[in-house]
């Protein structure tokens, strides 16, 4: 086995290159010797002249070392700072170009969200129901949202998490209709609550509540194709209903009580 040598360590910027650990180590011990030959590198390294030269030519691929011959060997050095900033800006740039490429391709190819397959997934306990709702991200194509919220229990759950969660719409300008238990009521006008505010011009948020009586611990979420339950009492539960058609019976059932929650 070759040794390779830790003079040079903790180098994880390297990573982004992919280089394979030979080529690394080949590229380190030229940094911290400056021009070398194949021979001396191998001795340093304890390497065999012919992995040498197998770790050498993704340095040279990318530009990262420079190659200079002699009647008698072959020997390798570091590119210098300006080189190196030219090749790369050129990497960047064709990378860049790429990724335009594949977004494109992939919005131009990639189906809607027509929900062909449906999906129900299910989470457990305070950690699972908040990564239920980060498993449904604010999309700018979808500006409107349908709620049952029973906002004291939810909050109750971890309100500055809600918060975040809430105010992450307002870069696409989703608009909320939420239908909250009676008892919610109390919650407007509370300073530290603000952010909850039912004000349809500034939050964006048009708030109903249930009839006195008729309060439910279990909150659900209509947002495109997904409805997402997530339970504010003891039971501590969410799960999320990828599809079309329950999401369409879903928002039947909402309506129905909106119509018969108060302003």
């Known amino acids: 086995m070759y040794m390779i040598r ?7 910027f390297l990573n982004i290159f992919g280089l394979p650990p030979k080529s690394k180590a080949v590229l380190l011990d030229i940094i911290d010797n400056g021009d070398s030959s194949v021979a001396d590198i191998s001795a340093r390294l304890n390497m065999p002249k012919s992995s040498i030269y197998d770790a050498v030519a993704p ?4 530009s990262l070392i420079n190659e200079y011959s002699s009647d008698r060997s072959k020997s390798f050095g570091i590119s210098d700072p300006d080189q190196l900033a030219r090749a790369h800006s050129e990497r960047l740039e064709e990378l860049k170009s790429a990724q335009t490429s594949l977004l494109d391709f992939i919005g131009k190819h990639h189906q809607k969200d027509t929900v062909a397959k449906p ?30 919220w029973p906002t004291k229990d939810m909050i109750g759950i971890d309100e500055e998490f ?10 696409y300008g989703v608009f909320i209709y939420a ?22 011009k500034n939050n964006l948020v048009s708030v109903r509540y249930l009839p006195k009586g008729t309060d439910s611990k279990m909150s659900f979420w209509l947002y495109g194709n997904k409805c997402l339950f997530a339970s504010g ?31």
């Open 6 to 12: 830790r003079k040079a360590n903790n180098k994880d």
């Open 162 to 171: 809600f918060k975040w969660h809430g105010t992450q719409r307002f870069r």
């Open 233 to 263: 009492g003891a039971e501590k539960i969410a799960f999320n209903v990828h599809s079309k058609e329950f999401c369409q019976m879903m928002k039947i059932l909402w309506q129905s009580l909106w119509n018969q929650s108060k302003s």
């Open 59 to 62: 340095l040279l691929d990318q």
């Open 179 to 200: 239908i909250e238990n009676h008892e919610d009521r109390k919650i407007q006008g509370v300073k530290k609550h603000e952010w909850l505010r039912n004000d349809k």
């Open 119 to 148: 999906k129900i997934k299910f989470y457990s306990g305070t950690l699972g129901i908040k990564q239920a709702f980060r498993d449904m991200p604010w999309q700018k194509d979808i500006t409107e949202t349908f709620m049952v």
